[in-house]
């Protein structure tokens, strides 16, 4: 089973190359973003945490993280070829609880981290933000969702580097190009 951490900064492009490789490879994509917004929606009290949270550009606590890994997880068909974690785990004691996760269930997993120059982030989210509307994607929530990104979840880049299994890929060029270098790392390490 093929599985794919897909990291970077906000802005950096993991959702749309997330979708370009659960297409290509047969994954299932796990979008936490779209898990926890749509926790949201329901109104729950968990919902309500959540989005207190999520509107100041902070991340989710790990327990209430781990939860929503987990069952996914472990309600994964037989056949199923893979999945890509798109926005997970973002802090170093997620990839640990992530690891201990997927050795439970006999898997692994290698990372791929879509490096993105700072001032072409910025870029990206306003135009996403004209766009879809999110209201997260403002010039003041973008800085704080940066600065969080670099001091909680870069690290997590020397945990996979650690284990041998981080894959950078420069995220600067186009969606095509950035794809192909996605599918030379995925080629590559599904044929050792």
């Not at 926790?39 to 606590?61: F, H, M, R, W, Y």
């Not at 001032?119 to 135009?127: K, T, Y």
């Not at 894959?167 to 950035?178: E, R």
Request: with cysteine.
């Amino acid at each position: 089973m093929l599985n794919i951490i897909l990291a970077g900064a906000p802005g950096s492009g993991k959702g749309t190359q997330s979708a370009f490789i659960a297409q290509k490879y047969g994954l299932k994509h796990l979008s936490t973003g779209d898990v926890l917004r749509a926790e949201i929606a329901t109104g729950s009290e968990l919902g309500k945490q959540i989005d207190a949270l999520i509107s100041k550009g902070n991340l989710v606590p790990d327990d209430m993280m781990y939860g929503v890994i987990e069952s996914y997880i472990s309600g994964l068909p037989k056949d199923c070829k893979g999945t890509i974690f798109d926005g997970y785990p973002r802090t170093v004691a997620q990839a640990q609880s992530l690891t201990k996760l997927l050795q439970k269930y006999e898997m692994e997993a290698i990372m791929i981290d879509l490096l993105v120059d700072e001032q072409l982030l910025i870029q990206r989210l306003i135009e996403r933000g004209k766009v879809s509307g999110r209201a997260d994607d403002n010039l003041n929530t973008i800085r704080h969702r940066i600065a969080v990104y670099h001091q909680q979840t870069e690290p997590i880049a020397h945990y996979y580097l650690h284990h041998g299994n981080y894959f950078a890929v420069n995220g600067n060029h186009t969606m095509a190009d950035v794809f192909l270098q996605i599918m030379r790392i995925v080629d590559g390490y599904k044929n050792r």
